[in-house]
Each structure stands twice: as structure tokens, then as C-alpha cells.
């Protein structure tokens, strides 16, 4: 069982480089969201989609771009990296599109420095 | 405005002894859900358990209890006979029905060591 796949694993980064970062699941599931996690904070969301075609911003979603053109995708691209993106991306699906009543399934993570 | 707080920001038993994880949150909907997962060294996350906010009644599975007191605002996570494997960050999470950003609510999590 895949479930959510996250690529790549580590990546380092210049700062005003750009990049994407992948998630791909296979559990044919409506919500997709990304999430940076930095040390005390806990998770922070990023962006979400609740379906293919319709994204939304979470709390913080500057300096990222995502799309959703199918199901199972959910790309995260950092326009111009900073060192402040320095971080671990977590991308996350659940079943329900209505999610707050449904558990998160998550991948593996990115860490991501910007030197 | 919503908010999840685990004090409790690191903890270190030894192997068998018990150990419970504090979790209090704030909320002003009547329904909402509160979730925790854990997150082992190796970085991922996985989820543990899910209460919705009109089910008060404790949960066990094997070593893992949960005490869910709508009285507090508290949703405690206890592991029983701890083991080295238990040794994880652990996230108290929140999330409001009335919430159309449909967000989850983080708590800063509790780094729970167990000695051998």
C-alpha cells in the first residue's frame, strides 16, 4: 500500500531558487493539504484542496503555489526560495472532503533547507 | 478563537512506568473533533484516535487510554507499562465543524522519551 507519497525526501536550496515538491496518493481520497512543521510550533497549514480543480490557503501560505489538476496530485512549489522555508513539508490526505471529522493520512516528509 | 495546548513540552520515563500526556483545548463550536497522532523518530505521522465532541466515554486499546473531560477541556492520552518503542513526539490536534477552512488545530506536541 503506497497511501501518500512525498518526493523528494531531503533537498537543500539557494535562496531565490524555486522548486516543487510532490505528493501523489492512491487512496482515491478528496482532500489533500500541505503542512511545514518548524520545532515548538507543531503543524501549520500551508494550502488544502478539497477536490480536483479547487484549491484554498491555510494559515500560511505565503511564498507557495499549488494546483490541483487530478486526484491523486497535489504539487507544492516555492516560488523564490527564503531561508524562513527552511522546514519539514508533511502533505496529508483524508477521505472525506468534509475533513474535519476525518483522520489525515500523511507522507513521509520533505525537509527542506534554503541556505 | 481556537487553540490546543500540550504544556508538557518533553517528558522522560523509564521503561514500564506509566505516563500521561496532557491535552486542553479551546473551542467556542459544540461540535468538533479532537484527534492525536504520533510521530516516531523515523518523522512520520500516524494517527491514533479521533473523539467527536459528543462522546465523552474513555477509550482503551491494549496500552493506550484516552480520558476525554468536556468538563476541562482536556483530552489526556495515558500509556500504560510504557515501552522504548512508545519514545515519539506526540500532537493533540482540533478541529470545528464550523471551521470552512477546514483546519486542523495543532497542538506544539510532547517529546516522550522512554529509558531503557
Known amino acids: 500500500n503506497a497511501g501518500v507519497t512525498q518526493t523528494p525526501k531531503f533537498q537543500v536550496l539557494k535562496t531565490g531558487q524555486s522548486m516543487t515538491l510532490q505528493c501523489a496518493q492512491d487512496m482515491n481520497h478528496e482532500y489533500m493539504s500541505w503542512y511545514r512543521q518548524d520545532p515548538g510550533m507543531g503543524l501549520r497549514l500551508i494550502h488544502y484542496s478539497v477536490g480536483a480543480g479547487i484549491t484554498d490557503q491555510g494559515e500560511v501560505p505565503n511564498g507557495y503555489n499549488v494546483s490541483r489538476s487530478t486526484t491523486e496530485d497535489f504539487p507544492l512549489r516555492l516560488l523564490s526560495a527564503a531561508p524562513s522555508q527552511t522546514s519539514v513539508y508533511f502533505c496529508?490526505?483524508?477521505?472525506?472532503?468534509?475533513?474535519?471529522?476525518?483522520?489525515?493520512?500523511f507522507g513521509n516528509g520533505t525537509r527542506l533547507t534554503v541556505t | 478563537a481556537q487553540k490546543v495546548t500540550q504544556a508538557q513540552t518533553e517528558i522522560s520515563v523509564v521503561e514500564k512506568e506509566d505516563v500521561t500526556l496532557d491535552c486542553v483545548y479551546e473551542?467556542?463550536?459544540?461540535?468538533?473533533?479532537l484527534f492525536w497522532y504520533k510521530q516516531p523518530p523515523s518523522g512520520e505521522l500516524v494517527f491514533l484516535i479521533r473523539?467527536?465532541?459528543?462522546d465523552e466515554q474513555n477509550e482503551i486499546s491494549g496500552r493506550y487510554s484516552w480520558n476525554f473531560q468536556k468538563s476541562t477541556s482536556s483530552f489526556n492520552f495515558t500509556i500504560t507499562a510504557s515501552q522504548v518503542v512508545d519514545s515519539a513526539v506526540y500532537f493533540c490536534a482540533l478541529s470545528e465543524m464550523g471551521d470552512s477552512n477546514y483546519q486542523l488545530i495543532w497542538g506544539a506536541g510532547t517529546k516522550l522519551i522512554i529509558k531503557p
Open positions: 473551542t467556542r463550536d459544540t461540535t468538533y473533533y
Open positions: 496529508a490526505s483524508s477521505s472525506d472532503s468534509l475533513s474535519y471529522n476525518s483522520p489525515l493520512h
Open positions: 473523539r467527536n465532541s459528543f
